[in-house]
């Protein structure tokens, strides 16, 4: 069965600091790989994907994620964090058989 | 154009009544997934349909609950004889095909006394 794990429940950072949110899967076949955000109050939404192809991908709002194949990781980056970055982060992996895995997620606290 | 809706967005009940819980996706959308948001936890998988495919229940946790959808159109996730640990926020998400991201709805917050 594949499995999300996100390492971080709750990071705290200061407006400028550098992110990185972890995330790792276990699936032995293709997968499509996605982080979705939810902001206070607000529906979860796309942030960026990864189908095939270049393995760096840039997302909305200045953040990327890097797909390493052979660490099984979808590390989500962003350079300089802003408050309006508070949010919770969802890594989420799916199969080819249509099945959606979310990771539990982690709340990103971003202070002024 | 509008985006996937689910009603009604909050639902009190009593323990042992059963609920309905109704998802509308997006027009054209042939993926429909239900998930359960329990507090301060990830989504939990329920259930994926997939166009006329016959739906991927692996994920509803016992016997009380079960979905529907009509054709590629509304859903609607029952759970009968309802428990307190059914309280949760219920997520309805609609997506183009199998591989392609999701667009959420706003949930129903389900409350069992």
């Known amino acids: 069965a594949q499995s999300v794990s996100q390492h971080n429940h709750h990071v705290i950072l200061s407006e400028a600091a550098s992110l990185e949110l972890g995330c790792n899967y276990s699936?032995?076949?293709?997968?499509?790989l996605f982080w979705y955000v939810q902001y206070p109050g607000q529906h979860l939404q796309l942030l960026l994907k990864?189908?095939?192809?270049?393995?760096l991908v840039k997302g909305i709002k200045g953040f990327e994620a890097e797909f390493i194949k052979s660490k099984f990781s979808f590390n989500l980056r962003k350079p300089s964090v802003q408050w309006s970055d508070t949010a919770e982060y969802f890594c989420?992996?799916?199969?080819?058989?249509?099945?959606?895995?979310f990771g539990d997620g982690t709340t990103l606290t971003v202070k002024p | 154009g509008a985006g996937v809706s689910q009603s009604p967005s909050n639902k009190v009940t009593e323990k042992g009544k059963d609920v309905e819980l109704r998802c509308d996706p997006i027009?054209?959308?042939?993926?429909l997934y239900w998930y359960r948001q329990r507090l301060g936890q990830g989504l939990e998988f329920l259930i994926y349909?997939?166009?006329?495919?016959?739906?991927?229940k692996s994920g509803l946790p016992s016997d009380r609950f079960s979905a529907e959808r009509t054709g590629e159109s509304v859903s609607t996730l029952t759970i009968q004889r309802t428990q307190q640990e059914d309280s949760a926020v219920y997520l309805c998400?609609?997506?183009?095909?199998?591989?392609?991201?999701?667009?959420f709805g706003p949930g129903t917050r389900l409350t069992v006394l």
């Open positions: 349909f997939q166009g006329n495919s016959a739906p991927d």
């Open positions: 989420a992996v799916n199969t080819n058989a249509g099945k959606s895995t």
């Open positions: 998400a609609s997506g183009r095909g199998d591989y392609n991201e999701q667009f």
């Open positions: 699936y032995g076949g293709t997968v499509n």
């Open positions: 990864y189908f095939s192809g270049d393995p």
């Open positions: 027009s054209g959308h042939t993926a």
